[in-house]
């Protein structure tokens, strides 16, 4: 059957398994749909298919405003794709991407064009007006905040872009708009199923900072700072839909975007969880888990610095005891957070505001307070690292010249802290005893060797091999 063929199944069928993986645009119409669309289905011959939203949009097709496909849940990509995106949408240009991630420019093209359908600046344009759009739908904020939050660098700009791509202006996308009192923003943020967020949840309440995080069985919320723009949010799950739902409060919500795609990478919310099953089935340790827990995803973090922190902190003790040093760490050097509805009272510190640190009478041994000093040192001076690496490979060369570092703190980094899905810290205790078979321990040689069976997405072997010393 070819990939035609089975687009249609799924279009006439509204299989939601396909929501997000592409798009059907009717020529007669001029509007682009999920395929899980309730509008009547179009003649065939009208029909066009398209793997993202951006890449409809940019043949000059508009958004369906029954499906709303801007809210599809998002398709996987290869992890140097993501940071290439990551990039982009921070301000760097083509140039400046070609420089960092030692890529020519059109190599750079050429990528873009294989998973996107699109150029560079045309995937960025086309991101900014769906991002503009999802949030004069979704949100309270006001126009000129989405202006600036989509990624605009003026209204006039923002203006100019809607009515092209739309032939409105905003106001006219905002019908239903009704202003309120409530301080925070909410965002709906969809996934593919399964998704087990009471487990997701599990996995953070056991590791909460009780000053910076509160985790409960319906929610997680913390305190956050970004470029100086200081706030919270809390994330729950939607009943009766495959979605979260993000609140945000900002001092600034130009960063609004930042904080959507970080908790959605936070949360893994962006991954085809089927497709990895299938590499991981391979293996009957891993294929018990898999039946037992298919919702699992990979618990990423809010934001890498902090993550390292508690990484090495991690280092041959418990979670309950890094845990507890981390948020030792958080009260002591923390700035104290905004007002917020929890009853947070930190906001974790920044690497600034460790630099001076000295981690005295906070139950540190003087070997963990010389790596922290070590590692700080390290990623002031060349924090992009963790943003540019080629490969697994090259960070752990480049990490473990930091004494008291080693290729399990890296991998465990690379893991949660960067949501890598091929890292795999091969000498951790809990890998090591998930795949003792009657007492015979693996050696790591045996672990890496199994291992090469579950790439590229060792990652997810490794939160499933955790998953099954579970009780």
Request: aromatic share 10%; proline share 5%.
């Amino acid at each position: 059957m070819s990939t035609i063929q089975i687009y249609q199944q799924a279009r006439l069928s509204r299989d939601a398994r396909f929501d997000g993986k592409f798009y059907t645009a009717v020529l007669t119409t001029g509007i682009f749909c999920r395929p899980v669309c309730p509008a009547r289905a179009p003649k065939p011959e009208n029909v066009r298919y398209y793997l993202n939203a951006m890449q409809a949009q940019a043949a000059g097709f508009r958004p369906c405003m029954r499906c709303l496909p801007e809210l599809a849940p998002q398709t996987s990509a290869p992890i140097e794709i993501k940071k290439l995106c990551k990039a982009l949408e921070s301000g760097l240009n083509l140039s400046a991407l070609s420089q960092q991630f030692s890529l020519s420019e059109r190599q750079i093209r050429r990528l873009f064009i294989k998973h996107y359908g699109l150029s560079p600046i045309k995937y960025l344009a086309n991101q900014r007006v769906l991002l503009a759009r999802r949030l004069l739908k979704t949100t309270q904020l006001t126009i000129t905040d989405i202006a600036f939050a989509a990624g605009f660098s003026s209204v006039r700009r923002f203006n100019e872009a809607i009515k092209n791509a739309y032939g409105c202006c905003p106001s006219d996308l905002r019908k239903n708009y009704k202003p309120t009192k409530q301080t925070f923003i909410e965002v709906s943020l969809p996934y593919r199923e399964p998704f087990d967020w009471p487990l997701m949840l599990s996995f953070f309440e056991k590791r909460q900072l009780i000053n910076v995080e509160q985790v409960t069985s319906n929610h997680y919320c913390r305190t956050i700072k970004i470029n100086g723009s200081s706030g919270w949010f809390k994330v729950n799950k939607i009943k009766d839909k495959s979605a979260l739902m993000l609140k945000v409060q900002l001092d600034d919500y130009r960063y609004l975007n930042q904080v959507i795609l970080a908790v959605r990478q936070m949360f893994d919310l962006d991954t085809d969880i089927n497709q990895i099953h299938q590499v991981l089935n391979t293996n009957p340790i891993l294929a018990k888990v898999v039946e037992q827990s298919p919702g699992l995803r990979l618990p990423g973090c809010w934001d890498v610095f902090e993550f390292s922190i508690r990484a090495i902190l991690g280092q041959q003790i418990s979670v309950k005891g890094a845990t507890t040093l981390a948020n030792r760490i958080a009260v002591e050097y923390g700035s104290k957070c905004v007002s917020n509805p929890f009853g947070l009272t930190y906001v974790f510190p920044t690497p600034a505001e460790l630099s001076a640190a000295q981690y005295q009478n906070i139950g540190l041994t003087k070997s963990r307070i010389t790596t922290l000093k070590n590692w700080l040192a390290f990623y002031q001076q060349d924090e992009e690292v963790l943003t540019y690496y080629s490969s697994l490979d090259e960070l752990e060369q480049r990490l473990i010249t930091i004494k008291g570092i080693g290729p399990w703190t890296v991998n465990y980094l690379a893991m949660r802290g960067l949501s890598d899905p091929d890292a795999f810290p091969s000498a951790d205790l809990g890998i090591i005893k998930a795949l003792t078979v009657n007492d015979a321990k693996p050696t790591n040689k045996e672990i890496l060797a199994l291992s090469e069976q579950w790439r590229p997405w060792r990652a997810y072997a490794a939160i499933y091999l955790w998953q099954s010393l579970a009780k």
